[in-house]
């Protein structure tokens, strides 16, 4: 009789041991798995940030270029107007090529203002859009005129060191 119950208890023991040890696999698996889970979730989300941070790059990037051609478009158009005012030919482009890169350059200003996270930004652009309208639009009061101009240039030149800004934060992060 000792012999069962040594064989029953060796029996016991060792199905105890098998299911504990089978218990603590499992549960180590499981946690294999959650930091799996968690880890590929934090490469998502790393990768959505990286690519955030490239788009908003390229957009302020291009939302430079296009804010200096608008202001282009802008200085040449006060230029033209003051030339006529004065009796002067127009030296610039043929005026439909002169609309056509105007409008080109603010609608891409516009669109790539919305794109940019930046509320600061934003705000500067429209400031600048709303003093290079108002450059194109007070001719022939010449002081006046000039005046605006210089304002819609020192408003790109700050669109331009806010976008230095963001830039130099984004690639903080």
Known sequence: M???????????SSAIGFALGSL????KHQLILK????????????ARTVQRNEFQR???????EA????????????????????????TTMSSVD???????????????QVRVRD??????CYAFRKKRSEATEIFPDHAK????????????????EEVGKAITALDDE
């Open 2 to 12: 000792a012999d069962t119950a040594t064989i029953v208890g060796l029996i016991s």
């Open 35 to 46: 930091r799996d889970r968690e880890a590929r979730a934090s490469e998502r989300k790393e």
């Open 58 to 64: 390229e957009s302020l990037l291009s939302l430079q």
């Open 98 to 112: 002169f609309d056509r890169a105007y409008w080109k350059a603010d609608a891409m200003t516009n669109k790539l």
């Open 145 to 160: 005129a000039k005046a605006a101009v210089s304002a819609a240039l020192e408003a790109v030149k700050q669109i331009h």
């Open 119 to 124: 509320n600061q930004i934003r705000e500067k």
């Open 67 to 90: 804010a200096t051609s608008l202001m282009d478009a802008t200085i040449e158009s006060y230029r033209d107007a003051w030339g006529k005012s004065i009796g002067q030919p127009s």
């Open 24 to 27: 603590s696999d499992l549960f």
